[in-house]
């Protein structure tokens, strides 16, 4: 099972969310070909409802500390409530590109 589908069972499992992207951005870094190092979740989950972002935060890296403490260098999470993602149209912004690799 790949690193990326390990998170995606994980965060499924836990979160029952109403929408989820667990998208590996390693290649837009300086990192070998096929890397699973870098990642970005886009979570919508009614949970969040009455959170802070930071409880948000702490909740997701709690559950993938074992990722987290492996092979995974970055973690960037964009996570909503319901009525938060129905606001924002559906779309999360994208990832700023990444200063040490050229071309993105």
Not at 7 to 14: N, P, S, Y
Not at 32 to 61: C, G, I, Y
Request: charged share 15%; proline share 9%; aromatic share 6%.
């Amino acid at each position: 099972m790949t690193l990326q589908q390990q998170i995606t069972d994980k965060l499924t499992a836990h979160f029952a969310p109403g929408h989820l992207e667990v998208i590996n951005e390693s290649f837009k870094h300086n990192v070998p070909p096929n890397s699973e190092t870098h990642f970005r979740v886009v979570m919508v989950a009614p949970q969040f409802a009455d959170q802070k972002p930071v409880a948000r935060h702490r909740q997701v890296n709690q559950l993938l500390a074992d990722e987290l403490a492996g092979g995974v260098h970055a973690l960037s999470l964009k996570l909503y409530s319901p009525s938060q993602w129905e606001q924002a149209g559906g779309q999360a912004l994208p990832s700023p590109p990444c200063a040490s690799k050229k071309g993105f």
